[in-house]
């Protein structure tokens, strides 16, 4: 079993950032061995996924958060990060992190962090 806690969300301004932690913990060999996604989910909207990174390395992200959020791994540390620059209102939302084992397809989640943008 894979634990996942996220962590650093809160209240920013619009136009500022806030750095999401994902830390993994229990059976885990590696970020590397997992692919990992931030989703989020707005109230009164559906979950959306939001970035990527799989365990070879590749990112992918969301067409309206692209070029503002970044996402990272430190493989030492089992936590996957999700930078968010330029942040707008409409990215409020919980925001969650999960993980897909590749060994045996997997899959676990956090419970969120809550990210409030104000205008």
């Known amino acids: 079993q894979v634990q996942l806690v996220e962590s650093g969300g809160g209240l920013v301004q619009a136009g500022g950032s806030l750095r999401l932690s994902c830390a993994a913990s229990?059976?885990?060999?590696?970020?590397?061995?997992?692919?990992w996604y931030w989703y989020r989910q707005a109230p009164g909207k559906q979950r959306e996924l939001v970035a990527t990174?799989?365990?070879?390395?590749?990112?992918n992200y969301r067409d309206s958060v692209k070029g503002r959020f970044t996402i990272s791994r430190d493989n030492a540390k089992n936590t996957v990060y999700l930078q968010m620059n330029s942040l707008k209102p409409e990215d409020t939302a919980v925001y969650y992190c999960?993980?897909?084992?590749?060994?045996?397809?997997?899959?676990?989640w956090g419970k969120g962090t809550l990210v409030t943008v104000s205008s």
């Open positions: 229990g059976s885990i060999f590696g970020t590397n061995t997992m692919d």
């Open positions: 999960n993980a897909h084992q590749i060994s045996d397809g997997r899959d676990y």
């Open positions: 990174i799989t365990g070879g390395g590749s990112t």
